[in-house]
């Protein structure tokens, strides 16, 4: 399937590793030159690289922290007028809200409902202006269905996408798309991590842990990167200028439900 989006230009956020990083090789794949962002600059580097072979496209890493303002103009310096806006940053960790005072909530919300509003209100005007615009924020499965200990997420994620279900409609007719894309457990690095402790403690090593913990998933296993970049690259396509507001959950059906 031809995207129609050879030649666009595309910021992927927190794109070093993990879905980030799996948008970013999909969209590069259909043709589109990347500004790739993540902290930390050697692992950023390599997974540049790791682009442009694969895909011969020019990928230019910008390393710094996305939740800031300097970080965010870094990456705006690198790519003003963006055809594409992936947004994506690290989730806040779990716990029991009682132990969260409010800088632990600012860092949440910053992280994960400002830092994308602020990247989208640089953006979108220059789309409307070209009449050509995607945006993609990675939120989580848990804006549909909360996972208690990760408060914060489902907090701040809901917030953003509160927000944008409003602005999505209003920039719609200039072929300028809003969309959520909600992980449910996908391998990466942080999901990974996220049972390491319970690996241990089964005495299995984690790949064996989580292969075994997800059988119970519809799906029968855990995610691929792969196919949430794929996703990604789908409501980034010419043709996808209707779908417009939408939060596609990609959780190998874990969410119960008839309808969305
Ligand atoms: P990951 O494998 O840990 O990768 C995270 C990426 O984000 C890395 O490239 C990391 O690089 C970068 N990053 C983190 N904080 C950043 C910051 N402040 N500024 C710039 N880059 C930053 O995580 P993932 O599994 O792909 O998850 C991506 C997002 O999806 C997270 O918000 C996560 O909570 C959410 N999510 C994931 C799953 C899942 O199953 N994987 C499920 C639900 C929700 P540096 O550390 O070098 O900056």
Redesign the pocket.
Known sequence: MDLGIEGKKAIV?????????ACAMSLAKNGVDLVI????AS??EATAAEIRAATGRTVTAVA????TAE?RAKVLAACPAPDILVN????PPRGDFREWDEAAWMKAVN??MITPIMLIKSVVDGMIARKFGRIVN?T???VKSPIPELGM?NGARAGLTGFVGGLARQVARHNVTINGLL????L????RSGRVEAARKAGLPVDEYIAEFFKGNPAGRAGDPFEFGEACAFLCAASSGFIVGQNLLLDGGSFNSTMG
């Open positions: 956020c927190a794109a070093s590793k993990g879905l980030g990083k962002n993540s902290r930390t692992e950023l710094g922290d996305i939740t970080g994506n940053a690290g989730g992280g994960n990675i989580s499965g848990s997420s992980p449910g457990p996908f990466t690095d942080r999901l």
